[in-house]
């Protein structure tokens, strides 16, 4: 070998030993996250909440290994609420976060600007997401003290025993029970009900979700995200029917029932609900905690009443042994806005809540 040859293949293995080593510096490190948006603007009357969802990443940390998150805000004056304030993470995953802004009666600035921040082991993360909220007034010619939408109903409720069963992950976290985990993203399918399905009578009847059954108007509707059981993280938008999620046109703060159905868990009561918070609900019309086998119906955007949900709160945390449990027609809180959003799933499939045949018999 030469005197040249030598000297070029030392100049080799240092320039791969560099490279090497610059790899191992620039590779994302642990506690690395993405946000999405990263900015959001939208708008709202005095005494409205406005909801942002953020879609966070783990996108530094080792696959099988999970990282714990902790999520906050600042430099908002006006009350805002986290979904959740810790999030425990494998490397790639992603999940869900809901963001509520309140305006207040007696705003006075024309907007407000909060900025999400993550933090990871003590430090803050970038990047950061600012999500903007703009207040409006509606001038009439008579001014009236605004109406609370999410006063309570008066309903008092009951509860039922059911085999044991504890979800895992937690109710709060499962991709099942708590839609805000999978999420879902717009579509651009027909606003109406289409000539699709009929094979079951005693199907829930999506119309008596109002306190007068009607066929309201579809304002918006959307895919779900499918979620992939071997990484326990969101897949693609389900693509198995057109539509999964529908925004029904409310009024709000009308009342919100229990769907009528051909089905009863028990002599006195139709549904299970199987998870709640203070905006959305899942119903199960059979006696079973989980949600596979039966018709099951999620509600997004519902002020659920504060009675219904203390009960599923302590149930929960007393091991879910019992749950409360409901009879067709029974109001379960109230419209937050001017839509709901409804999705209906059978042995854990989702339909498309379109369907004349199926959910809407007889409109």
Known sequence: ????????????????????????????????????????????????????????????????????????????????????????????????????????????????????????????????????????RAYLPIISKPEDVCRPTGEDYGKLEINPWAATPPAESHPDLNLAIRGY?????????????????????????????????????????????????RGDPIDKVEVSLAELGTTPGETIHVPDSGYRISPDYEVLVLYASQDRLTLKFTAEDTIEGGYAIHLENVCVDANLLALYQRLNAEGRHELPALPARKPVGRARSGHIGVVIRDRGGFLDPRWRHDWWIGY
Do not use: H
Request: proline letters at 6%; one cysteine or more; glycine letters at 10%.
């Open 1 to 136: 070998m030469s005197r040249s040859q030598g000297l070029l293949i030392i100049f080799m293995g240092m320039a791969i030993a560099l490279l090497l080593m610059l790899g191992s510096v620039f590779a994302a490190p642990s506690g690395t996250v993405i946000l999405d948006p990263l900015t959001a603007t939208r708008s709202g009357l005095p005494g409205t909440t406005v909801t942002y969802t953020l879609w966070i990443t783990n996108s530094g940390g080792t696959a099988g290994i999970t990282d714990t998150f902790k999520l906050g805000y600042e430099g908002s004056q006006w009350p805002v609420d986290l979904s959740m304030t810790e999030i425990l993470l494998p490397g790639s995953a992603g999940t869900d976060v809901v963001v509520s802004v309140t305006i207040p009666f007696t705003a006075t600035a024309t907007s407000n600007t909060v900025t999400i921040t993550v933090s990871y082991q003590g430090s803050l993360l970038l990047p950061v997401s600012r999500l903007t909220t703009i207040f409006f």
């Open 185 to 233: 993203v717009s579509t651009d399918a027909f606003l109406g009900l289409v000539d699709i399905g009929g094979t079951d009578p005693k199907a829930p009847q999506l119309a008596g979700l109002f306190a007068t059954p009607r066929l309201p108007p579809f304002t918006a509707v959307y895919r779900v995200y499918d979620w992939l059981r071997g990484c326990n993280c």
